[in-house]
């Protein structure tokens, strides 16, 4: 997968003319100023529902004002606006998605390709519930807007005010997306939570994303479409027991305001230790940077740690490192390993990790010209996941139903990092479950009610990633995903090599 788009996007809403033809702007903003029409103000390129925090554009696009000068994301914008001036009438409701539109390379884990994709998930799955019977019933029909809540969710707070209230006038029933595990997005979904608004998070994996991150109780109304980290930990130790690893390391970020990174490199401890009783794993620990870094890359910042880590790895000699950070992060370690020098015992390895190494895909990874290494991690989903699944044909089935509303939309793009896969689910999900409410334009803080009612182990919904069910005990997790493993190629393409299940058992023997 390349970074750049395969699709012939529509053409580009340009920047505002006010800023490409200044002298203009100025005398015309000075002639209305005089006249006494103080509320044209040309000055404010965020439109309505948005203000300007960090140079973004955050809050909810309520006008579909481009976040930024990002071509791609201004086509995305129209297409959704396109799509939402094809409902008519009062009777509609409206599904959010909520995301950092402008991602921070330096501190956002997910890079803007992947947040491109969970937009386009989201566009396919909207126009699929509006001309097809994907969750039954066509109506009332959906609106899509976006909402951005900046680099590493700084302003969630300013975007979950303007989403609550605006909520009754667009009838706002679910709010997706959430696509990073920090204290910020689930200070989101509480707040969100709170006001009876059902959250459904596409890709968010951190075990405690449910939990509030002041009271640590479980947030009432959030759901996701991903396994979390458990279930990633337990279903890579499952794909583990085929091979003969004799010697595991476990290198994990320490970082006390990621909770991605603690709850990962806890599950994996947990799991491996249950899975292979009396076998040693050893631990080496790096930190990550808690802060905008200034004047230095987080790659240059964290070579240190990992010059010391693969030092480490020389003298111990482990068959398998299991990297327990972010993706970000994987490619710098991949560097200290790669050109740190050879040493004895340590020629090739295996490196596991988590879905987040997806954000990697397209780029070539670091040459390794010491000691090579082979990039495997587990995924939400990727394109075609269940080809050769004789087992899986509802699976199947339900891909391919995906994949054509997908291809409808006119978009081409590379689909294996999941993110459409997952924010199409997430879609469906919301609006399956806001159908059932009865006059739900006038209820819509009853619709996270009956996502539990009515997606059950009896009842899942049928994803794209899979089979989707869960029980009140489960408080909003999904029951037994399957995870793809995947081969990260040097070239930043990645090839399926296998997948496991959460439970180790498929989803029929496991959901009872």
């Known amino acids: ?166 909520r009754d006038e667009h009838r ?81 970020d320490d970082s006390s305001s990621d909770i991605y990174t603690q709850t990962l490199g806890d599950a994996f401890e947990v799991a491996y230790r249950n899975g292979f009783p009396g076998r040693g794993l050893s631990e080496a620990f790096f930190t990550s940077p808690s802060e905008q870094l200034e004047g230095v890359t987080r790659d240059t910042y964290l070579q240190p740690q990992f010059g010391r880590i693969y030092a480490r790895m020389c003298q111990e000699s482990p068959e398998l490192v299991y990297f327990a950070g972010r993706g970000a992060d994987l490619k710098a370690f991949l560097r200290a390993v ?39 991690y587990t995924s939400v989903a990727t394109a075609g996941m269940w080809d050769g699944q004789t087992s899986e044909v509802t699976n199947q089935h339900n891909y391919r139903g995906f994949a054509e509303a997908f291809a409808a939309t006119g978009l081409h793009d590379d689909l294996r990092d999941g993110y459409a896969m997952a924010h199409h689910d997430a879609l469906l999900l919301a609006v399956g479950a806001a159908r059932q409410v009865p006059n739900v334009g006038e209820n819509t803080r009853l619709v996270a009610d009956w996502i539990d009612n009515h997606y059950d182990c009896a009842h899942p919904l049928p994803g794209a990633t899979g089979k989707i069910a869960y029980a009140p005990e489960t408080h909003g997790n999904p029951i037994d995903k399957a995870l793809p493993i995947m081969l990260l190629e040097p070239g930043g393409r990645i090839e399926q090599k296998a997948i496991a299940w959460t439970t180790g058992t498929p989803f029929e023997t496991s959901c009872r």
């Open 1 to 166: 997968m390349t970074r750049s788009l395969q699709s012939t996007p529509a053409p580009v809403r340009p920047w505002p003319w006010w800023r490409r033809h200044k002298t203009i702007s100025v005398l015309l903003v000075l002639a209305v100023v005089a006249g006494g029409l103080t509320w044209w103000r040309p000055w404010e390129r965020c439109g309505a529902g948005m203000a300007e925090a960090d140079g973004q554009c955050v809050g909810l696009s309520l006008d579909l004002t481009p976040f930024s000068d990002d071509e791609t994301t201004i086509d995305l914008q129209q297409r959704i606006a396109a799509q939402n001036a094809q409902v008519t009438g009062d009777d509609f409701i409206t599904v959010v998605v909520l995301n950092s539109m402008t991602p921070e390379p330096g501190s956002d884990s997910a890079a803007l390709l992947n947040v491109h994709h969970g937009v386009m998930g989201a566009i396919a799955a909207q126009q699929r519930v509006n001309t097809t019977p994907a969750v039954g019933s066509q109506t009332p029909p959906v609106k899509l807007l976006l909402a951005n809540y900046g680099g590493r969710a700084r302003q969630q707070a300013e975007a979950v005010e303007q989403i609550i209230a605006h």
């Open 172 to 252: 706002i029933v679910a709010v997706i997306g959430l696509g990073q595990s920090l204290a910020e997005t689930r200070a989101a979904a509480s707040a969100l939570s709170a006001a009876k608004i059902a959250v459904v998070s596409a890709v968010a994996s951190a075990d405690n994303m449910n939990r509030d991150p002041t009271t640590e109780q479980f947030i009432e109304r959030f759901y996701r479409i991903t396994p979390t980290n458990t279930d990633a930990a337990n279903a890579a130790v499952s794909y583990l027991r085929g091979r003969d690893y004799r010697k595991v390391m476990l290198v994990r």
């Open 338 to 376: 790669g050109q740190g020098g050879a040493c004895d015992g340590l020629s090739k390895i295996d490196v596991l990790t988590s879905d987040d190494a997806s954000s990697l895909l397209g780029e070539p990874l670091p040459e390794m010209t010491g000691t090579e290494a082979d990039v495997y």
